[in-house]
């Protein structure tokens, strides 16, 4: 019964959805206030109406009712409550559910910010939440169409398939609806896209307008990816935490759209430049989500995260795809004002943000060109090729490199032309702080030449955020700004915080990868072996059992360097899906990890080492991952600037008070 | 899904190279060819048996001397191309290494163009400070 109550719901927020979208389009053709106010109710109905839909799927799955296909396929009774939860959006099904959901809220959002003194702004705000409207129905259209998520199975079974366990872990649990509200917001970037060239927008109101949805949708996504990153790196066993595979091109690509796009719409807010190019990045970024979605539903391209293929919902999403773009570059093509804006030098903060865009829109470019280069190459010549981690390395890097060399000089130039170079001159110590940083890695850690030039860089970056941090707090000295800092305005820490994220970022990514250890060893119980600088004694493998699983846990003994601690690495079996698992032992040390996955016994699959003794042993593989800590700490940092930026945006909608602080 | 049912099936246990340079081409090597049975993964990380072969087979090559170029060709030439994570530069693999390098210089001459075009109308512009 709750399911076809849920399904109710999910057709009345699609009506809804359409009457938001003929309501908003009507008020904005109309200038019609009282329009506006009914679309507003349309779009908070349709919020609710979707979020009702969604908590009848988790009741459905709280209740483990076998009858509805997915929770029968996806859930178990013995699983844990918060994976229950989960488990509503852990699946395909679900997950466009979810998707709606966002898409509906993020409508009623912007619906709701239009102000209501019929000014040129509110209607702008109406037609893009019009837009979203649309969105939203096909959305939900595509959900009742191809993939409902009440669907039932007749007969209904006994047990349930139960979540792909890889799946059952906290990270993954907040994974979807993060990534979701950074994916779905671009499409209100879109939308807004699609309204400013619809009612051809002064580029300032418009690019004003448009940039707390990017800045919200960009900080989700950056979220979003960390967390993805985070459990690939403590979940799969791998070691790694970035493996340039399809399904983490997929985020990172409208990650990169979208990182252009925010620096595009500073240019366009503040000078009225870069207007049409604005445009073009915001519908580019929502295509690239959609693309993304495309490529890991389909399963068109092979992936590590292939748990979620399904060729004939491809074609779906692939419609979808091509009416958003082609949809919204003919648009484009049609409405685009063509206009230049305030003219500029190229040395100066336009001309460096252009550069700034030419690096992403490069990285990103060869990013999509990477992912699909299999796709293309197979069609145009037949031959299959694989492109992985070598190749994204040796491109990728280089560019965005230059990318984070500017950096630090492009937010010290002076807007529409730089004399001298007066402003540039505090960077002098951002030179000798990379150059510490990277001897530092040389002498004190004998980094190779990739670890040492990342630190270098990230030296660079961090003098270059500590500088705008002092500018902006506008002290004459270091001390001064120090007692200033609490003065400096949210949005001034933006930059600050997302351009020191970088730096620690580049810090962590460079070293781990150029100096992470891998070593595998075998112990019996009672033995000692070496690995990754530490010494391991194995004391004793047991079983237990879990909810949904069985364990068998390695008690570990480790003495690394003066310190003596306890490691336990586990292997697990769910029993209701048939998938082992590992769960790995982490030992923090300063941002270094040190790593222990629990393997095989010996000789369990025709092992390859001659034990000397006839012994039971077991393969442990050792990481020692240095920095690491970093990398997802400086991914924090990137996401909170981009926060800070939005907060400190929100709420300052009345005309006549233009920013006058640093931007 | 299946990766990881191959991942927990074994983790391979081989002996390094006894020459620390050697190991280390070797384990530049583990990244750039891909476990055949896995979906997308490098023979580096794949705790699958067929990875642990493909590793051993490297080692193999290097301690009979044989150059990176020569291994990579071997391996391509016994699992075809789409073993190598590095793709040949060759054919249609020209444009794919090619197209990041030729987009930013073709870019940032437009760039240049542009600004160059416009001097004379952007030489006397005034700064705006923040």
Redesign the interface.
């Known amino acids: 019964m709750i399911a076809e109550i849920g399904l109710l719901f999910a057709c009345a927020a699609f009506g809804l959805s359409i009457g938001q979208a003929l309501l908003l389009t009507q008020a904005a053709r109309k200038g019609d206030s009282a329009l506006l106010a009914s679309g507003r109710w349309a779009a908070g109905l349709a919020s609710i109406f979707a979020l009702l839909a969604l908590l009848a799927l988790i009741a459905a799955f709280l209740r483990s009712d076998f009858s509805l296909a997915i929770v029968a396929h996806n859930s178990h009774p013995n699983k844990p409550l918060i994976y229950k939860i989960a488990g509503a959006w852990g699946n395909h099904e679900g997950s466009m559910l979810l998707w709606c959901l966002v898409a509906c809220v993020y409508g009623f959002a912007s619906a709701s910010r239009a102000p209501k003194d019929g000014s040129d702004v509110a209607w702008l705000d109406a037609r893009a939440a019009a837009v979203q409207g649309v969105i939203s129905s096909l959305s939900f259209a595509y959900l009742l169409l191809a993939s409902n998520p009440f669907a039932r199975l007749d007969p209904a079974p006994l047990r349930g398939g139960d979540l792909?366990p890889?799946l059952q872990d906290p990270a993954l649990a907040l994974h979807p609806p993060i990534l979701y509200m950074g994916y779905v917001g671009m499409s209100v970037v879109y939308a807004y896209a699609i309204a400013g060239l619809w009612s051809r927008a002064e580029p300032k109101a418009w690019a004003k307008a448009a940039r707390p949805w990017a800045l919200a949708a960009w900080s989700f996504l950056t979220v979003g990816i960390t967390l993805g990153a985070y459990w690939a790196y403590y979940e799969?066993?791998?070691?790694?935490w970035w493996?340039w595979?399809?399904v983490e091109n997929a985020s990172f690509m409208p990650w990169l759209a979208g990182a252009a796009l925010i620096h595009s719409l500073l240019v366009t807010e503040r000078r009225g430049a870069f207007a049409d190019w604005s445009a073009i990045l915001a519908i580019a970024c929502f295509s690239l989500s959609l693309l993304g979605a495309f490529l890991v539903r389909s399963g068109v391209i092979?992936?590590?995260h292939?748990?979620a293929l399904d060729p004939e919902r491809g074609i779906w999403i692939l419609v979808l795809l091509g009416l958003a773009t082609f949809g919204g570059f003919g648009l484009f093509a049609w409405r685009a004002r063509g206009e230049p804006g305030e003219?500029?030098?190229?040395v100066?903060k336009e001309?460096f943000l252009?550069?700034n865009n030419?690096?992403l829109?490069?990285s990103c470019?060869?990013v999509l060109?990477?992912t699909l280069?299999?796709l293309?190459?197979e069609a145009?010549?037949g031959?299959?090729?694989?492109?992985?981690?070598?190749?994204f390395n040796?491109?990728?890097g280089p560019?965005l490199a230059l990318g984070l060399i500017l950096a630090p000089a492009g937010v010290l130039l002076?807007?529409?032309?730089?004399?001298g170079w007066t402003s540039l001159r505090p960077l002098l110590g951002g030179v000798a702080l990379a150059l510490i940083f990277a001897l530092a890695a040389i002498i004190g850690a004998s980094a190779p030449w990739l670890a040492a030039s990342c630190a270098a860089l990230a030296g660079w970056l961090l003098w270059g955020a500590g500088v705008d941090l002092h500018r902006r707090a506008g002290g004459k000295t270091f001390g001064e700004s120090l007692k200033n800092v609490r003065r400096v305005p949210l949005r001034g820490w933006a930059g600050v915080l997302a351009h020191a994220g970088l730096g620690v970022f580049t810090l962590g990514a460079g070293v781990e990868t150029a100096m992470r250890q891998?070593t595998?060893?075998?112990l019996a119980v009672g033995e000692t072996g070496a690995a990754g600088g530490a010494q391991f004694r194995l004391d004793g493998v047991e079983t237990s059992e879990g909810p949904n699983y069985y364990i068998d846990r390695a008690r570990l003994t480790v003495t690394d360097g003066g310190a003596t601690y306890a490691m336990a690495p586990e292997?697990r079996y769910y029993w209701a899906a048939r998938?082992?698992?590992?769960e790995v032992a982490i030992r923090d040390t300063f941002g270094s990890d040190l790593y222990v996955?629990f393997?095989?016994p010996?000789g369990?699959?025709?092992?390859?080492?001659e034990a000397a003794d006839d012994k039971p042993r077991w393969?442990f593989?050792v990481n020692r991952n240095p920095l690491i800590g970093y990398i997802f700490g400086g991914a924090a940092l990137i996401a909170l600037g981009g926060f800070c930026g939005l907060i400190g945006r929100l709420g300052r909608r009345t005309a006549g008070s233009p920013a006058k602080?640093?931007? | 899904m299946i990766a990881a049912i191959i991942l927990a099936a074994v983790m391979g246990l081989e002996a390094p190279l006894a020459d620390p340079a050697a190991e280390k081409r070797a384990q530049a090597l583990f990244m750039e060819i891909k476990c055949v049975v896995c979906e997308g993964e490098p023979i580096a990380q794949s705790g699958a048996e067929v990875a642990a072969d493909m590793r051993i087979r490297v080692r193999e090559e290097i301690a009979a001397g044989r150059s990176d170029a020569a291994i990579r060709a071997d391996f391509a030439a016994r699992y075809g191309e789409e073993v190598l994570l590095r793709p040949s530069a060759k054919g249609i693999g020209a444009f794919l290494w090619g197209f990041p390098l030729a987009a930013f210089v073709l870019g940032a001459l437009a760039l240049w163009r542009n600004a160059a075009s416009r001097r004379r109308q952007t030489e006397t512009l005034e700064p705006e400070a923040d």
């Open positions: 792909n890889l799969l066993g791998w070691g790694g493996f595979d399809p092979t992936s590590v292939a748990f003219p500029f030098a190229m100066s001309g252009l550069i030419l690096v829109v490069v470019a060869t060109l990477g280069f299999p293309i190459s145009v010549t031959a299959t090729a694989s492109v992985g981690p070598p190749y040796a491109t990728f560019i002076s807007w529409r032309r730089q004399i891998e595998t060893i075998a292997r998938t082992p698992t590992t996955a393997g095989e010996v369990a699959s025709g092992g390859k080492v393969r593989r602080a640093p931007v």
